[in-house]
């Protein structure tokens, strides 16, 4: 193992220190607030998709919008990808918080001052489940493709984002034991991330790249080698590593996972062969690697032909690699014990005419099923299988505009099964397109409520408990649940005591409680008037209808009311209360 470390201060000069022998860059991140605006549709509009809502447009400028990359949670998302104008590259980034539906006006991923004006490119956008806090990954192709970069989203579902973007210059660095002496790192190419379960490390960048780097034994020189960079372990809040494996040479686009909770990553990369194109299959631990013990596990993974463009999922003890391979189509090598051997399972052999050339795979594992994504004739498609790959649906065409996808490694990518990112071409330039195939649903259900003294002094029953359902398999936040009465003269009343359930998820049940009135005056004495001549009481959830629910049928729940079913002593007097209204 090589390693070097590096850390960057965006506001301070350039400044070398020695840690654990190694070289260091003095740099920090900076902290961005990001508002997205445009306001977006409202769910309850898009309740239910009886056909697919594709070609939805993200990004169409003047120009070149290109290499989209997607995270999701919930109805919440974030798209990051390239846009050319004239000689410039930078990332930009978009927002939606209706499920992709509508997007919010494009942002240009910030910089450091000193940095301010540099490309940047290849985005990479990383969400562990069920989680808000996301990272991404950059580089920038200025000086020799020298830079990578990082940066923190800090929550994806906040309309005041937080983003914390961090620039590491590698390529022109003094050794440190002949300051007049340099090295570089050059070629930076196809970043990936993920988020890493560690405190210390909570994220893991992979790329491709070269050095002229070379320690006293001689070690380190090597060209297009995967190289893996984290937060330093013993200072990561100033420092940043980067480690290769100098012998590991000659490689191209990379794929890097991990099962959120495990802090194995796995990695997938091409690497050269002779004349051929094989796999390289990688494992290991970066928060246990210092540069006197580091293991990267590695196997070749080869074939009669070339073995192109791969991407790499985990699941459990499970590791699958999809590939497309020149003779065979699309491929996927599945590992069921976490990569020590493989059985090969073809995705596309069936389901495709003879002649076909299907590229640039992707897959997502959901539940027992499997979805794999490839390119062919210039179309994005989707099939499917639902026995570990034995057997796959025909394909299913994203786009709607026939040979409009344009086909590169990363050029497009997928959040899930039902929302898919693409670069587009049906204008003449190259643009962002996304496709919503279904929008989870939320059915919110008044199961019971039934009522309690609050306060043991009062002899009043005004405190309320009601439990909620969401039979659906979407969620809502920030739910509203109300009351309202009906005396016998007709007159209905909503009382101003509500509850908000902050979040119910699919399948979820929740139970909040509120009050009919006050115990103080002169709420109490009012209650007392107010409610005389009671005949029911009415729970309703979601009485605006602002989650886009599928059955409002079942949102309210009426009870039968007496005055002596609340006020237990002063029920005689009710008849005295209703001439006083």
């Not at 605006?544 to 629910?549: A, F, I, P, S, T």
């Amino acid at each position: 193992l090589c390693s070097l470390v590096v850390s960057a201060d965006s506001t301070a000069t350039q400044k070398e220190e020695p840690i654990d022998n190694n070289m260091v860059l003095k740099t920090k991140p900076i902290k961005y607030t990001a508002t997205f605006t445009n306001p977006s549709v409202k769910i309850n509009e898009f309740n239910s998709l009886e056909e697919p809502i594709s070609d939805i447009i993200i990004s169409n400028q003047t120009g070149q919008e290109r290499y989209p990359s997607i995270i999701t949670s919930g109805k919440n998302a974030i798209v990051a990808y390239e846009y050319t104008n004239n000689s410039n590259t930078n990332i930009y980034l978009k927002q939606s918080v209706d499920y992709g539906i509508s997007w919010s006006d494009s942002l240009v991923l910030p910089q450091p001052e000193k940095y301010s004006g540099i490309n940047t490119t290849s985005p990479n956008l990383y969400i562990a489940p069920g989680r808000n806090k996301a990272y991404g990954a950059y580089i920038s192709p200025d000086k020799n493709a020298g830079i990578y970069g990082n940066f923190l989203i800090d929550d994806i579902t906040s309309s005041n984002i937080q983003i914390f973007p961090q620039i590491v210059d590698w390529s022109k660095r003094p050794y440190e034991s002949s300051p007049e002496d340099f090295f570089s790192f050059t070629n930076f190419h196809v970043p990936d991330i993920v988020n890493y379960d560690n405190s210390t490390t909570p994220w893991v960048i992979a790329i491709i790249g070269s050095t002229n780097y070379t320690d006293e034994s001689g070690t380190g020189p090597c060209a297009d080698s995967p190289m893996f960079s984290f937060n330093h372990l013993e200072d990561p809040e100033n420092f940043v590593s980067i480690a290769w494996f100098p012998n590991i040479q000659h490689c191209n686009n990379l794929s890097i996972a991990n099962e959120y909770g495990n802090e194995m990553i796995y990695g997938v990369c091409e690497i050269k062969n002779g004349s051929n194109q094989d796999l390289l299959f990688f494992k290991g631990n970066p928060a246990l690697w210092t540069p006197e013990d580091a293991e990267l596990i590695n196997q070749t993974i080869t074939s009669d032909s070339n073995l192109l463009h791969p991407k790499i999922t985990v699941k459990g003890n499970n590791v699958y690699i999809v590939a497309e391979s020149d003779a065979e189509g699309i491929v996927i090598y599945h590992s069921s014990n976490k990569g020590d051997s493989w059985s090969k399972i073809n995705v596309t052999e069936n389901i495709l005419s003879p002649g076909s050339n299907p590229s640039f795979p992707n897959i997502v594992l959901e539940e027992t099923d499997f979805f794999c994504t490839f390119v062919e004739s210039g179309n994005l498609s989707l099939t499917k299988s639902n026995n570990s790959g034995v057997n796959w649906s025909s394909p299913i065409r994203i786009n709607d505009v026939n040979n409009s996808v344009f086909s590169q490694y990363n050029y497009y990518d997928i959040a899930n099964k039902d929302q898919i990112v693409w670069t587009d071409i049906r204008e003449g330039n190259q643009d962002i397109y996304y496709q919503l195939s279904y929008v989870p649903s939320v059915d919110l259900k008044i199961v019971n409520f039934s009522f309690s003294k609050e306060n043991p002094l009062f002899p009043f029953k005004n405190f309320i408990t009601i439990i909620v359902k969401n039979l659906g398999d979407g969620y809502a936040e920030n739910v509203l649940v109300n009351v309202s009465y009906e005396c016998d003269d007709g007159n209905i009343t909503t009382t101003k005591h509500t509850a908000i359930i902050a979040r119910i998820d699919s399948y979820q049940t929740k139970t909040v409680t509120t009050n009919l009135f006050a115990l103080k005056s002169p709420d109490m004495f009012k209650a007392f008037i107010d409610f005389a001549g009671i005949t029911n009481i009415t729970v309703t959830v979601d009485p605006n209808q602002e989650k886009g629910d599928t059955d409002y049928s079942n949102n309210a729940l009426t009870k039968s009311i007496e005055y002596k079913d609340i006020f237990l002593r002063f029920w005689r007097f009710e008849n005295l209360f209703k001439l006083l209204k």
